[in-house]
């Protein structure tokens, strides 16, 4: 199934209510409901937008990736799932599986070997 992307480009509040992302229009106060685990991607583009803390937790849990824009209005930031990142996961476990001492020393080889060639 192909999941939704959502843009928030207007003031908004954002909660969860039912596994639905409850989405509250600050100037209008019209209100809509998105079911959680259809969302891919969320893309807060307004720096007037708020949410709960559930939000990004039952959108960590299902999968979906936030992305956070600058004032400028380009992506400053991202979060995601971390058990779902294949990448991101192999990485954190090389570091917490690596001897500091070991990856020093060979640093510091590294770096004896460059000033050597200069």
Do not use: W
């Not at 708020?50 to 959108?59: E, N, R």
């Not at 971390?82 to 510091?108: G, H």
């Amino acid at each position: 199934m192909i999941k939704r992307t959502l843009f928030f480009s207007s003031a908004c509040h954002l909660n969860i209510k039912d596994d639905q992302l409850v989405i509250t229009n600050r100037e209008t106060g019209e209100l809509n409901q998105v079911p959680v685990e259809d969302i891919g991607f969320v893309v807060l583009d307004n720096q007037s937008i708020t949410f709960t803390q559930s939000v990004i937790q039952h959108l960590s849990v299902n999968n979906a990736s936030v992305v956070f824009c600058d004032s400028k209005y380009h992506p400053s930031s991202m979060l995601f799932h971390l058990d779902s990142n294949q990448t991101q996961t192999e990485k954190f476990r090389n570091q917490i599986n690596a001897k500091e001492p070991l990856e020093m020393d060979q640093q510091l080889k590294n770096y004896k070997y460059l000033y050597s060639i200069f």
